[in-house]
């Protein structure tokens, strides 16, 4: 059966390296030993989610309503400066057919656990099966002003057999 996936890219490779300055002092404690930060996600399960839900949750509200200002709003100030809205509304229109509201009731499957990077980020990915179709998401958070800011979101839709 044929497949057919729609990826989306909302930010620049740029983005996903840039972290801010205060990202150290903001995240969350890491393990100190390099053998236990390669076997624990940098957020318990619950924060991730929270993080995941919220953010795509955003992405559904803007692909309804046409207004990618909240969805920009919520990331760093450089995914703001290189996703303005009007960005952010050609490259999510593909997207306007689905309805991804159902993240907000199933459980995601990680495809990469939480993990911090070298410059402070933390990366996520993974699935939701929903209604026939899968959601995949890439989502990357950098701590600006005390909490984790969207830092790029690539989310795609891939049709189920």
């Known amino acids: 059966m044929r497949r057919t996936t729609i990826a989306i890219v909302?930010?620049?490779?740029?983005?996903?390296?840039?972290?801010?300055?205060?990202?150290q002092?903001?995240?969350?404690s890491a393990?100190?030993?390099?053998a236990q930060a390669a076997a624990q996600p940098a957020l318990p399960f619950p924060q991730a989610l929270i993080l995941i839900r919220a953010s795509l949750t955003a992405l559904e509200q803007a692909n309804e309503t046409?207004?990618?200002?909240?969805?920009?709003?919520?990331?760093?100030q450089r995914f703001q400066a290189d996703n303005p809205p009007q960005k952010l509304a050609m490259t999510f229109a593909p997207l306007r057919d689905y309805n991804i509201s159902s993240v907000l009731v199933l459980e995601p499957k990680f495809t990469q656990l939480p993990q911090l990077?070298?410059?402070s980020s933390m990366a996520m990915a993974g699935f939701f099966v929903s209604d026939g179709y899968r959601?995949?998401?890439q989502l990357a958070y950098a701590a600006e002003k005390g909490r984790w800011r969207l830092a790029a979101i690539n989310v795609g839709i891939q049709s189920q057999p």
């Open 10 to 23: 909302t930010a620049l490779a740029a983005t996903l390296i840039a972290g801010p300055a205060n990202a």
């Open 25 to 28: 002092a903001a995240r969350p």
């Open 31 to 34: 393990p100190t030993a390099p």
């Open 66 to 76: 046409g207004i990618y200002a909240t969805l920009g709003a919520l990331g760093t």
């Open 117 to 119: 990077r070298p410059d």
């Open 135 to 137: 959601i995949n998401f």
